[in-house]
């Protein structure tokens, strides 16, 4: 059972908060979590680059001089990949570096994610987290207040809110997402998560449905 801590937008400690890790996941597979974030990665790469090859380098196709009698090595076009300005040998080809894991291994290394952040005290829960309006000023008197200025975090919400998201978006190293759009990658790369109660209550029925439908 781990007893977290819950504080209020000033950063005093106003209760705790009861949860057993296995409510999200029954263990921790470092592999799947490392086969995850590989996957993300992977997914973000452009697979832009390219390189020309001989074909398709300016240049006439003509023989530069004749085969025999000049007492130099026998030469063919001028956009051969040994003479510079030629095409490459071996060119490089645009090409898609994404995959997909399958859907219940993504969603189970998500909830591992975040139970490693529990785990390894890195997760702060916050009673309530909501803004009239966008207030960058007021979002960074939160973190200040909870000792998470400075530091990359991320803010866990239970639904998507627009003013959460527009008060913390120019605050470096500070991202917001709802919980549902949540995966390992986006939980592991911060060095925090801050997430309100409600959030937290919406991750743990996540992990038990989830364990339910596994069974």
């Known amino acids: 059972m781990a007893s977290l801590p819950v504080y209020d937008r000033s950063g005093e400690e106003v209760g705790s908060y009861e949860i057993e890790l296995s409510d999200l996941t029954s263990r921790i597979n470092k592999q799947l979590l490392h086969d995850a974030v590989v996957m993300y990665q992977a997914n973000f790469r452009l697979g832009s680059a390219k390189t020309k090859t001989r074909a398709e380098v300016s240049g006439s196709t003509q023989k530069l001089y004749r085969q025999k009698g000049t007492g130099n090595a026998r030469a063919g076009s001028r956009r051969s990949g040994v003479r510079r300005g030629g095409g490459h040998i071996h060119a490089i ?82 991202t917001v997402s709802p919980v549902a759009e949540l995966n390992a990658l986006s939980v592991l790369k911060p060095n925090r998560m801050l997430v309100t109660r409600a959030a937290l209550d919406a991750l743990r029925a996540g992990g038990q449905a989830s364990e339910t439908s596994a069974s």
Do not use: C, H, W
């Open 93 to 174: 080809k645009p090409r898609d570096f994404s995959y997909r894991l399958p859907r219940k291994a993504l969603r189970l290394a998500t909830q591992m994610a975040i139970a490693s952040k529990i785990r390894d005290q890195e997760m702060i829960v916050i009673d309530e987290l909501s803004f009239s309006e966008p207030k960058t000023s007021e979002m960074v008197k939160i973190l200040v207040g909870l000792g998470l200025d400075g530091t990359s975090t991320l803010v866990a919400t239970e639904v998507q809110d627009v003013n959460v998201y527009k008060s913390a978006r120019n605050i470096g190293g500070v």
